[in-house]
């Protein structure tokens, strides 16, 4: 399968990250799928489990369905295939890539939320899976990334129909030889789920993200987060600049580079309420951590926005595999960009 020649170039200006965004080879599924685990290993993207509407939309009456099918793509211009299939039906977890594996930390189906942990490995045209430590509780809608060996993982829900969010974080070292999850200390500001998570500056980034209180006649919304902080082992947690507006289920982890954070997109409450037929998809603005002046500045926009979907490093580039596209509508499309190098 040839790779798709569509590009758009949503990056420029002094502050954007520059480089066109270009779509790969879409996953084999007409639906696409919310809330999947992505990574690399030994060369290869996996995009596994997560979950979608496939007969009906939910405004339609349509039920929720998860996955455990895990796909491959070997080449940019290569064509996705079947790995393997996870250890059950998931999604709503967090993944990131380190070394040649793929590590995956909780997530739920529609009945639990789960503490498991797990590596992906695609070694000689086989997945392989193996058990890590398990989370010290089931977590789901969390979000967390890599600080060198380190992982970090921040917020969530316990439980799919919990009432409240999680404002409690953890880290597990990796490379050590019998790594052990580890509380570290609470971080400021409310609980939040599906916020991003960035691993920048030799510190864990935790920015944004989504509050439950509750609203009219007992019931329980969102409350829309634009705060966003920083933690630095043997320092703690420091709260950085606010975010302009709100955002939530940006892709995550969020890309990085040597001039900051940038932070792809997201819902920010803007169509709160907005009926499915009018909802006009998700935020297209680029938004960058700048280091130097401790902002966030503006850094172009995206043409194809997605949220609840990670954001993978492969070889130079930032790949958004799949996601939704407007609350009940996800998308099959593949899009990644390359930066371009300062001259």
Same mark, same amino acid.
């Given at each position: ?5 569509? =590009? ?10 520059? /480089? ?24 290869? =993207?996996?995009?596994? /489990? ?6 009906? &939309? ?104 919990? &009432? ?28 939040? =789920? ?40 043997? &320092? ?38 907005? /009926? ?41 580039? #930032? ?15 593949? #899009? ?8």
């Amino acid at each position: 399968m040839r790779t798709f020649l569509m =590009m758009v170039t949503i990056f420029a200006g002094p502050t954007a990250l520059a /480089g066109e965004w270009k779509r790969l080879p879409s996953l084999p599924d007409k639906e696409g799928f919310a809330g999947s685990f992505a990574g690399v290993s030994n060369g290869a =993207m996996i995009v596994a /489990g997560g979950a979608n509407f496939p007969d009906k &939309k939910p405004w339609d009456g349509g039920q929720k369905v998860w996955y455990d099918t895990a796909f491959v793509l070997e080449m940019p211009n290569g064509k996705w295939k079947i790995a393997g299939k996870l250890p059950r039906p998931l999604g709503y977890g967090v993944s990131v890539t380190h070394g040649s594996g793929v590590i995956c930390v909780g997530g739920g189906d529609g009945d639990r939320h789960y503490a498991d942990a797990f590596r992906l490995d695609w070694n000689e045209g086989k997945l392989v899976t193996t058990k890590l430590p398990a989370l010290p509780k089931p977590l789901a809608n969390a979000c967390g990334a890599l600080v060198g060996d380190t992982l970090y993982v921040a917020g969530g829900q316990e439980k799919p129909d919990s &009432k409240d969010t999680l404002k409690i974080a953890w880290k597990i070292d990796l490379a050590a030889t019998e790594p052990t999850w580890k509380l570290i200390e609470v971080f400021p500001g409310s609980g939040r =789920m599906l916020a991003v998570a960035a691993g920048h500056d030799g510190a864990f980034w935790l920015v944004g993200g989504a509050d439950l209180v509750v609203g009219k006649g007992e019931k329980i919304e969102r409350r829309y987060l634009k705060d966003a902080y920083r933690y630095d082992p043997g &320092k703690g947690w420091k709260r950085v600049a606010d975010l302009p507006h709100a955002i939530v289920a940006a892709p995550s982890p969020a890309p990085t580079d040597a001039a900051g954070i940038y932070v792809l997109g997201g819902d920010d409450g803007s169509q709160v309420g907005v /009926g499915p037929d009018k909802h006009r998809g998700f935020s297209k603005k680029v938004l960058r951590y700048d280091s130097k002046i401790e902002k966030w500045v503006e850094a172009g926009e995206l043409s194809a926005p997605r949220v609840t979907v990670p954001c993978v490093l492969w070889n130079t580039s #930032w790949v958004v595999p799949s996601g939704e596209v407007r609350p009940g509508v996800r998308s099959p499309e593949v #899009w990644n960009v390359t930066p371009r190098k300062k001259e």
